[in-house]
């Protein structure tokens, strides 16, 4: 199982902060002109400024504040502007630096599965599990966006949470075991995400794809069959036939 981060990102551009998807230049340059759509300094892609709205198929969402950078994408919040309700948006990046058209058609596809062929278990079952219930592929846009329903997604991670506080030996023990019940109903549940014979795995499990809520409550999110489609390396999974 390997761990899906943006360091790579780095490699592809000349960022002062050598972390392109976490500096602040993209988000200053958004605030000062607008409509700007790469770093003034780096070229890398800026972020989405207030009230962008996005059209799902479930939907349009209304962009709130940009919350923080995760994995290898960032993380919005914002609503579903029919409904009014909550939502957390994760935008991942298809820059021309990284992939070709083809790979980034690929993606895009890929990712549009992810929603049509996701959990067959219903919604209200799922097992602490963050999963999109939208996805936004336009192929004319180098940006695609996972929708979140509520304010789970944007709960903070395992990692920020131990920067903040120590773990008694009774609340490790509590953490793991509902990581691991988490995990048995992942595996134990059939997907039509990537393939229809194999069983869905995370993948992708780590301080930074764990969130924790105040009650003490564990998610795992983040998973490898979205979330490595856009690290800028050769993925592990093998996208769908037709997108080849």
Known sequence: MSIIDSTTLAKFYQCTENAPLSCRKPSETTDKISGAK??????????????????GSLGTYRIDKLLRSQGIGRLYSGIQTSSGQSVVI???????????????????????????????????????????SDTIADPSSDRVYLIFPGEIAALPTLKQVLTERAFSASRVRQTLNQILQSLHFLHTQP?????????????NLGLDSIVVS????????DLASWEQLFAPIPPQITLPQQAL
């Open 38 to 55: 790469f770093c003034l300094e780096c070229g890398f892609p800026t972020t989405l400024p207030v009230s962008t709205e996005l059209r």
């Open 90 to 132: 994760k935008e991942y990046l298809l820059p021309k630096q990284c992939f070709n058209a083809v790979e980034a058609q690929q993606r895009r596809i890929a990712l549009s599965q992810v929603t049509q062929g996701n959990l067959t278990t219903p919604k209200s079952r799922e097992f602490r599990l963050v999963t999109p």
């Open 191 to 203: 997907s039509k995400s990537l393939s229809q014979t194999t069983a869905t795995a995370h993948g």
């Open 214 to 221: 105040d009650n003490g409550y564990v998610y795992v999110c």
